[in-house]
């Protein structure tokens, strides 16, 4: 696996390879987010940091790619629309290759992560997305030296 670290203009200076793949613990679209281990640190880009995940009715935002357009970055926002502590339901749509993308809560100039998004709801109701906030699993892993 290759990271490209980036942001919304789609550039990357330095690249790495992944060294080991750290699934989360879950059951069904819960468990559907892993840590990527890296060969070597990024020092060329600032790293996001978690957030807490805010209160229903929050805009987020959202850097997702498409399997349409792979090398295009998109930025969009989007409505929380409910949290249980391990899911979020957001209200934007997403479309095929977005899993991964990264769900943002803060300042524009350094917004936090509060999930992953890994997949789209096909009922008909507002909730067009779902994210898994990153588990205490990988996020112990994230903090470890």
């Known amino acids: ?3 490209a670290p980036g942001w919304p203009d789609a550039r990357s200076g330095e690249v ?4 080991a793949i750290l699934p ?5 679209w819960l468990g559907d987010v892993a840590l990527l281990v ?3 640190p990024v020092t060329d880009v600032t790293p996001v940091t978690l957030a807490p995940v805010p209160p229903p009715g929050t805009t987020l935002g ?13 930025t969009d926002t989007c409505t929380l629309l409910a949290a ?6 957001l209200s934007c749509e997403a479309v095929s ?16 992560l509060v999930g992953v998004l ?17 588990p205490a699993s990988l996020v112990a892993r994230i903090a470890a030296p």
């Open 38 to 40: 890296l060969d070597a």
């Open 16 to 19: 790495r390879t992944g060294r």
């Open 84 to 89: 249980d502590g391990a899911g979020l339901a």
């Open 24 to 28: 989360a613990e879950g059951a069904g």
């Open 1 to 3: 696996v290759t990271f």
């Open 62 to 74: 959202r850097i997702a790619y498409s399997r349409a357009e792979p090398d295009v970055a998109r």
């Open 97 to 112: 290759g977005n899993s991964g993308a990264p769900v943002l809560y803060g300042p524009p100039d350094r917004p936090g």
């Open 118 to 134: 890994v997949g789209r709801s096909r009922g008909s109701g507002p909730v067009r997305a779902l994210a898994v906030v990153p």
